[in-house]
Structures are given as structure tokens and as C-alpha cells.
């Protein structure tokens, strides 16, 4: 931008005091003086406006020069930095970076390791917009084929979270492999945005407690919760299995979903039975962490804040989620 500023501001230097010099050497009009000037400039090569005396040859001569040496230095300095940008890929990294500005309740994806990765993809599947932050190049180039908006840089610097957009973010999610890194992400993540919904990986059992106390609303271990699943396929592996093509996009028609009730909602006032009648179970209502209504009756009526958890129809989940966001929007 700076660059073209300033080569405006040389052509037109340059078309003003040739049209002067027409006026005030050879007694020229104004507007014979800015005319000729135009088109010995641009080498158009149209007849004289008027004869030409020996000064007057001289003076537009040099204007001629001064004409192609700024054609010549306009293609030599656009085609640099077409060059510079394709091999610095500033062009691509401004795309991205507009991409990123326009977001808006989107997810901060921290870390695009192997957990990293398969968050990535369900959260794909899942229709979430995500940036990915991570300062590895190996990640940030996988994380970049794979088609997802990237800022690069390390994601404990409020500056790299501001970048990605923290501030109008819905959630986060950070699964570096240091439970430190993990902590301290949360903690800047909490202090930039204080309705943001945080989900922390920690690697050691100790670091769950701290990992809460900075401010995340749910703590994942991978290593625990993959013994969890291995426990429950060994002794309910129908049930197991079950659950989990429920949960995988794609694998059933039939899926579990979790919706929360907004202000002004079309199913807020609505009853249970309601939903059953037209397909869909509520399993619980939830209120909280650990705050759940099981098997609510059919007459429970639905209210502004409530998440449900139901099961139905892809089909029929997909229509019911469609205007809103699965999952808890505030802190909870």
C-alpha cells in the first residue's frame, strides 16, 4: 500500500513539472502543457501540440525518459514482489490471516499433534470452524495441507490467541504435550476471553487439579480415558461400540447430540413429550458438570439454559442443531 502511495505520488510529481515546464519555458496553455506532458509519458507517440524549438525537444526529451524509466520501474517493482510474496508466501499467509479475521464463535485448536489431529477431524465433521496454533513447522505444514486456517507461533503469547481471533472464539481446546504449555495457554486464554469454553489435555494425573484452577471447564486425559474405553470394550463391548458410532459422524443414521435451549428458542416451552412426538429422546437434561435429570417425564417443560442430551435420526438431530451451536456456550 505504501509502495503504491508513493508511486502515485511520483507520476503525478513528474506530470506536474513537465506540464510547468511547458508553461513557463515555451509560454504554453495549461492545458496544452499537462496534455503534452500525458502523452510523451506515456509514449503514445501522437503528434506535437505545437512545433517544438530547441528547448522544447530537450525538455521533452527528457520527459520521455522519465516516462519509460517509470514504466519500466513499475513492471521491475511489481514483478519483485510478486516473486518475493510467492516465495515468502506473504500472499498466502495474508489470505489466511483475512480468513481468520472474519471468524466469529469459532474454536482455537491448540497443538496439532497426534491428539491434535483427531480433534481437528472430528471437529470437521462436526461443522465447527477451527484455527489451528502451533509453532512446530512439521505441524503447522500438516495442519496447512489439511485444509485448516493456521497461526503460526507459540499459543502461550497473548499476542498468537489475539491473532487467531481469541476474543470472538466460542472455545478452545489445547493438546500440546506439556501439561505446562496446557496450563499457561489457559491461563491467557481465561484472562482474554472470560465466557470462553476450554477444554485442557493433561498428561499427568497431578495436573488435572491445575489445569481446573486455571480456568478450564473440562480436563481430558488421553492416556486414562483410552484405559476407560479398553476396560468397557473388554466387559461391554456391544455397548461400547454402540456408544461409539453414536457419537462418530457418519457411522450411524442413528446419533446421540447435545442441544442447549437459548433465549427465545423454538423448542424453549416446549415439553419432553413434545420431542418424543416428533422423534427425538431427550436421555437427560443437564444443568451442570455433574448436574444431570435422567429420564426426564414427558411433561418437564424446556427452558432457556437447559442442555439436552437426546438420541434420534441423524437426520432429525441435524435439523433440530442446525440454528445453533451443540454444546455448552458459556461456562459452566
Not at 508513493?6 to 492545458?31: E, I, R
Not at 506535437?48 to 517493482?77: H, K, N, P, Q
Not at 484405559?227 to 456408544?243: M, N
Amino acid at each position: 500500500m505504501r509502495l503504491a502511495v508513493l508511486w502515485a505520488a511520483l507520476v503525478m510529481t513528474v506530470a506536474l513539472m513537465g506540464a510547468a515546464g511547458y508553461v513557463a519555458f515555451l509560454g504554453w496553455s495549461v492545458g496544452d502543457g499537462l496534455y503534452m506532458t500525458v502523452i510523451t509519458l506515456t509514449t503514445v507517440g501522437f503528434h506535437e501540440v505545437r512545433e517544438l524549438d530547441g528547448f522544447g525537444r530537450l525538455w521533452t526529451g527528457v520527459l520521455s525518459v522519465a516516462g519509460v524509466a517509470i514504466i519500466f520501474g513499475t513492471v521491475g517493482l511489481v514483478a519483485e514482489n510478486l516473486i518475493a510474496g510467492a516465495v515468502s508466501g506473504s500472499g498466502e499467509k495474508r489470505r489466511m490471516t483475512e480468513a481468520i479475521e472474519k471468524l466469529e464463535n469459532h474454536f482455537i485448536l491448540c497443538g496439532y499433534g497426534r491428539v491434535g489431529g483427531t480433534v481437528a477431524h472430528e471437529m470437521e465433521h462436526a461443522r465447527v470452524k477451527l484455527v489451528v496454533v502451533d509453532i512446530n513447522p512439521d505441524s503447522v505444514d500438516r495442519a496447512a495441507r489439511d485444509g485448516y486456517l493456521v497461526v503460526v507461533g507459540d499459543a502461550t503469547r497473548d499476542p498468537v490467541l489475539e491473532a487467531a481471533g481469541i476474543r470472538r472464539a466460542r472455545g478452545l481446546i489445547t493438546t500440546t504435550d506439556s501439561d505446562a504449555n496446557n496450563v499457561f495457554v489457559t491461563l491467557s486464554a481465561r484472562a482474554l476471553n472470560p465466557d470462553l469454553f476450554i477444554v485442557a489435555r493433561s498428561n499427568a494425573e497431578q495436573s488435572e487439579a491445575k489445569l481446573t484452577q486455571a480456568g478450564a471447564n473440562r480436563v481430558v486425559s488421553p492416556y486414562s480415558r483410552a484405559g476407560r474405553q479398553i476396560a468397557e470394550l473388554a466387559t461391554r463391548p456391544r455397548v461400547a461400540d454402540f456408544l461409539d458410532f453414536a457419537l462418530s459422524h457418519g457411522q450411524l443414521s442413528f446419533s446421540i447430540e447435545e442441544i442447549e435451549v437459548a433465549e427465545n428458542d423454538s423448542i424453549a416451552g416446549q415439553t419432553v413429550g413434545a420431542l418424543v412426538a416428533r422423534g427425538i429422546h431427550p436421555l437427560a437434561i443437564a444443568r451442570g458438570p455433574r448436574d444431570y435429570e435422567t429420564n426426564p417425564n414427558a411433561d418437564r417443560v424446556l427452558e432457556a439454559g437447559d442442555h439436552l442430551i437426546v438420541s434420534g435420526t441423524a437426520e432429525l438431530l441435524g435439523q433440530l442443531s442446525d440454528a445453533r451451536w451443540r454444546g455448552p456456550r458459556v461456562r459452566s
